[in-house]
């Protein structure tokens, strides 16, 4: 695809080119919330589905439909190939990847750039930069952005001797993906070489590699990020930080923003250093930079996320942003529509829980099939990002996602009991889900004291779960 008679040079030397089409390569709730905006912004959207999703939501939205391949993931969503000849096959200017699958993949990226269509995120170069792990610690160093004491690359050799001068305990790391695989916490030298061979063959399984690395680990840390937007003009926007502590396995299940736990001379610090962080790596896009805190508020560097996060509508909520449309705009080479003076007059406070399609009480056991009966929460300040309907069948073959609930308050207080409100109104029946777990935190009141971090869910179910069965 070459220019068209609205292609023009903006100032940083990208082609600028208005979108007519944009295909999304994904599916579920970030499918549909893009769709919205596409509508929006008065863009066609191109819907691509396996064959496990031919009654999805995302699909009767879209402008256009074209089926990518059968119902395993490697078959349709992963399928480059699949995704470029659809794209090709619509006319599409563009691809938005979603969050997962193709999303942080720097050889889709430049697939896209050979076939002259634009990849609506970061470069392959600086994908690829800050996709590896141990790379992006080194240059995030470079950049003064305080990192913990690790090995400076991936760790090949002498394990016990890297690990013994770092320090116990020690975070073994997948050099080359997340999400917790490949991951490992080793607190004494004689478990080192068998869990370094197991998060080897976890990450190989993953991501095609066994590499990794060595990090101190840090007990009992908050999980804070920021997220950013620069474009070619020069901009860069950074957010008010999301607090993601309240995890189980590395894998998120509340977040908010602002986080209780960070004051208003940590939040410059923290946007202080994801600015320089970001032109180090010549990053276009949207992104998002992680952070471990320790009980003294010192944070350190984790990784870079060169996508959209599952957890950006709390963002939204606080800044009065759409994210996915900045994520457009940049694209196309032209300038955000919003200032950091805007972003930085941020109003309230927002929480998102993900509610999944699993038996929370049974070690979260995935539960997949036909959602016989749901009813979502309405109301001032309650947002339900979703692609299931009553009637929807939960395929078997990718994330249990049911719905993101988000709400929004004028303090974090009310947020809860919002929060609260919204979850009670939650009608799931036909399949298990976490709603009830949800229910469950925001009674805690550790929870509502801003009092937890990473590790606190491994010890807050166990004695949920005890206390239920004390009252059988």
Same mark, same amino acid.
């Given at each position: 695809?070459?220019?068209?008679?609205?292609d023009?040079?903006?100032?940083?030397?990208?082609?600028?080119?208005?979108?007519?089409?944009?295909?999304?390569?994904?599916?579920?709730?970030?499918?549909?919330?893009?769709?919205?905006?596409?509508?929006?912004?008065g863009?066609?959207?191109?819907?691509? &589905?396996?064959?496990?999703d031919?009654?999805?939501?995302?699909?009767?939205?879209?402008?256009?439909?074209?089926?990518?391949?059968?119902?395993?993931?490697?078959?349709?969503?992963?399928?480059?190939?699949?995704?470029?000849?659809?794209?090709?096959?619509?006319?599409?200017?563009?691809?938005?990847p979603?969050?997962?699958?193709?999303?942080?993949?720097?050889?889709?990226?430049?697939?896209?750039?050979?076939n002259?269509?634009v990849?609506?995120?970061?470069?392959?170069?600086?994908?690829?930069?800050?996709?590896?792990?141990?790379?992006?610690?080194?240059?995030?160093?470079?950049?003064?952005?305080?990192?913990?004491?690790?090995?400076d690359?991936?760790v090949k050799?002498d394990?016990?001797?890297?690990?013994?001068?770092?320090? &116990?305990?020690?975070?073994?790391?997948?050099?080359?993906?997340?999400?917790?695989?490949?991951?490992?916490?080793?607190?004494?030298?004689?478990?080192?070489?068998k869990?370094?061979?197991?998060?080897?063959?976890?990450?190989?399984?993953?991501?095609?590699?066994?590499e990794?690395?060595?990090?101190? &680990?840090?007990e009992?840390?908050? =999980?804070?990020e920021?997220?950013?937007?620069?474009?070619y003009?020069?901009?860069?926007?950074?957010?008010?930080?999301?607090?993601?502590s309240?995890?189980?396995? =590395?894998q998120?299940?509340?977040?908010e923003?602002?986080?209780?736990?960070?004051?208003?001379?940590?939040?410059?610090?923290?946007?202080?250093?994801?600015?320089?962080?970001?032109?180090?790596?010549?990053?276009?896009?949207?992104?998002?930079?992680?952070?471990?805190?320790?009980k003294?508020?010192?944070?350190y560097?984790?990784e870079?996320?060169?996508?959209l996060?599952?957890?950006?509508?709390?963002?939204?909520?606080v800044?009065?942003?759409?994210?996915v449309?900045?994520?457009?705009?940049?694209?196309?080479?032209?300038?955000?529509d919003?200032?950091?003076?805007?972003?930085?007059?941020?109003?309230? =406070?927002?929480?998102?829980?993900?509610?999944?399609a699993?038996?929370?009480?049974?070690?979260?056991?995935?539960?997949?099939?036909?959602?016989?009966e749901?009813?979502?929460?309405?109301?001032?300040?309650?947002r339900?990002?979703?692609?299931? &309907?009553s009637g929807y069948?939960?395929?078997?073959?990718?994330?249990?996602?049911i719905?993101k609930?988000?709400?929004?308050?004028?303090?974090?207080?009310?947020?809860?009991?919002r929060?609260?409100r919204?979850?009670?109104?939650l009608?799931?029946?036909?399949v298990?889900s976490t709603?009830?777990? =949800?229910?469950?935190?925001?009674?805690?009141i550790?929870?509502q004291?801003?009092?937890?971090?990473?590790?606190?869910?491994?010890?807050?179910?166990?004695?949920?779960?005890?206390?239920?069965?004390?009252?059988?």
């Amino acid at each position: 695809m070459g220019k068209n008679s609205s292609d023009q040079e903006n100032q940083g030397g990208i082609v600028k080119k208005e979108f007519k089409k944009v295909l999304i390569a994904n599916r579920g709730e970030i499918a549909v919330r893009v769709i919205r905006t596409l509508k929006e912004m008065g863009i066609k959207s191109i819907a691509v &589905y396996s064959k496990a999703d031919k009654n999805s939501l995302h699909i009767s939205m879209a402008d256009e439909s074209i089926c990518v391949g059968d119902s395993p993931s490697k078959m349709s969503y992963l399928s480059m190939e699949s995704i470029i000849s659809a794209a090709l096959a619509t006319g599409a200017d563009a691809i938005h990847p979603g969050y997962g699958f193709l999303s942080e993949n720097s050889e889709f990226s430049k697939l896209c750039s050979k076939n002259g269509i634009v990849f609506i995120g970061p470069n392959p170069d600086s994908i690829r930069l800050l996709g590896n792990k141990s790379v992006a610690r080194n240059l995030a160093k470079k950049s003064g952005v305080p990192i913990t004491p690790g090995s400076d690359d991936s760790v090949k050799k002498d394990f016990l001797g890297i690990a013994k001068k770092i320090g &116990y305990p020690i975070m073994i790391k997948a050099a080359n993906g997340g999400g917790g695989k490949g991951m490992r916490i080793v607190t004494e030298p004689e478990n080192l070489l068998k869990e370094v061979e197991m998060a080897q063959r976890e990450a190989k399984e993953a991501f095609g590699s066994d590499e990794v690395f060595f990090e101190r &680990y840090i007990e009992k840390p908050r =999980h804070i990020e920021i997220q950013f937007a620069r474009d070619y003009n020069g901009n860069i926007i950074t957010f008010p930080e999301r607090d993601c502590s309240l995890q189980r396995k =590395h894998q998120k299940l509340v977040e908010e923003t602002p986080s209780p736990y960070v004051n208003s001379d940590i939040r410059k610090k923290l946007h202080t250093v994801v600015k320089k962080l970001a032109e180090s790596a010549n990053y276009h896009g949207v992104g998002t930079v992680e952070f471990l805190m320790d009980k003294d508020k010192n944070f350190y560097f984790m990784e870079v996320n060169t996508r959209l996060q599952v957890e950006h509508p709390v963002t939204e909520s606080v800044c009065g942003v759409d994210l996915v449309k900045e994520q457009i705009l940049i694209a196309q080479g032209e300038s955000m529509d919003i200032s950091q003076d805007y972003v930085d007059d941020f109003r309230g =406070h927002s929480i998102e829980h993900r509610i999944n399609a699993e038996d929370w009480e049974k070690n979260f056991m995935p539960n997949p099939g036909t959602v016989e009966e749901i009813v979502f929460p309405q109301g001032l300040g309650v947002r339900i990002d979703t692609h299931v &309907y009553s009637g929807y069948n939960i395929p078997p073959f990718y994330d249990s996602m049911i719905a993101k609930l988000i709400v929004w308050a004028p303090t974090r207080q009310e947020a809860i009991r919002r929060s609260k409100r919204a979850l009670d109104e939650l009608i799931i029946k036909g399949v298990k889900s976490t709603a009830g777990l =949800h229910r469950e935190i925001v009674r805690d009141i550790n929870f509502q004291r801003g009092d937890f971090y990473t590790k606190y869910l491994e010890e807050f179910i166990p004695m949920i779960l005890a206390e239920r069965e004390e009252k059988k």
